[in-house]
């Protein structure tokens, strides 16, 4: 019984060894492409489900994104929606980029299957949303909208200043959620192409 365990477990990690090298026979400039695909696809699904609670919440549609563009002091609501989007677009896409590139030099993260892939996608979640997120929307966007609901430059920015006043930890918490969806997917999409052997390099 100990003998069959511990030959199960001696095979166990043989296959991962293996899945793991398996990983390093690729091209890298194809990997690092696709990881960057699935951060651009992920991003464009977590976009969709922030345009979703903007519906259930009553907000008008891209709220989010607006918000980002007034935080830069851009006072035109479309305008700044249109730019709120396009960084949102952009991290969501970097993030996959780095994401691919960091794989490649640590194997820890390197995504051999789809179920690893979505670990390792979750820390890439965690990571942008306590680097990047937490910090801009502590010191960037809130201090803006509080000084927005005092002095907003128009009515419609008064408007989603006021509607987001004494919300703060509820953002944070509720981006929280959304990133680790972001990571989760970008893993699970790493993954899977690793498996199905996407960008195998068979030179």
Not at 14 to 25: E, G, L, N
Not at 36 to 49: E, H
Not at 112 to 141: C, D, E, M, Q
Request: aromatic residues 14%; contains cysteine; positive net charge.
């Amino acid at each position: 019984m100990v003998k069959h365990y511990l030959y199960t477990l001696n095979n166990s990690h043989k296959i991962m060894a293996m899945k793991t090298k398996s990983v390093w026979k690729v091209d890298q400039k194809m990997y690092i492409l696709y990881c960057t695909i699935a951060g651009f696809i992920s991003v464009w699904a977590i976009s969709g489900l922030l345009m979703l609670v903007d519906y259930i919440s009553g907000t008008p549609g891209g709220t989010f994104f607006t918000v980002i563009g007034i935080s830069l002091g851009i006072n035109e609501p479309v305008t700044a929606q249109y730019v709120g989007f396009g960084l949102h677009l952009l991290t969501g896409t970097v993030a996959g980029n780095i994401y691919g590139q960091a794989s490649i030099f640590w194997r820890r993260i390197t995504p051999n299957s789809y179920r690893h892939g979505i670990k390792t996608g979750l820390v890439v979640g965690i990571a942008l949303w306590a680097i990047l997120f937490v910090p801009l929307a502590t010191f960037g966007i809130q201090p803006k909208l509080d000084s927005f609901v005092t002095s907003a430059p128009n009515q419609y920015i008064f408007e989603i200043a006021s509607h987001f006043q004494g919300l703060y930890p509820v953002i944070i918490i509720g981006s929280l959620i959304f990133h680790l969806l972001y990571g989760a997917l970008l893993g699970f999409l790493a993954g899977r192409m690793t498996e199905v052997r996407a960008f195998v390099n068979h030179k």
